[in-house]
Nanobody, 119 residues
Framework: QVQLVESGGGLVQPGGSLRLSCAAS????????MGWYRQAPGKQRELVAG???????NYVDSVKGRFTISRDNVKKTVYLQMNSLKPEDTAVYYC?????????????WGQGTQVTVSS
């Protein structure tokens, strides 16, 4: 069984910063891609940022230059550094990993962490 534990969300003023973390544990042989998604009220879940096991990254246009995704393969953890936050970044943020467990490649989700950007 695989568990993803997220932390780092909260309330921040516009222009502020937050750092999200997502640590994976359990019967994981290896982790391929890792990513962060978000879902705002009344909107569909969208991919915010992704990172391959080789370190290649991609971002949704709205966060380019403000957010940075990174990973620590030893700790099985993915991070999202969020700077210059805007009210439109307010959402529940979910981490996602593609991991090989019991010989199969599967996707796993974290429980979500609330990020609220407001003055």
């Amino acid at each position: 069984q695989v568990q993803l534990v997220e932390s780092g969300g909260g309330l921040v003023q516009p222009g502020g910063s937050l750092r999200l973390s997502c640590a994976a544990s359990g019967s994981i042989f290896s982790i391929n891609a890792m990513g962060w998604y978000r879902q705002a009220p009344g909107k569909q879940r969208e991919l915010v940022a992704g990172i391959t096991n080789g370190g290649r990254t991609n971002y949704v246009d709205s966060v380019k230059g403000r957010f940075t995704i990174s990973r620590d393969n030893v700790k099985k953890t993915v991070y999202l550094q969020m700077n210059s936050l805007k009210p439109e970044d307010t959402a529940v943020y979910y981490c996602n990993i593609d991991a090989i467990t019991n010989g199969r490649l599967r996707g796993y989700w974290g429980q979500g962490t609330q990020v609220t950007v407001s003055s």
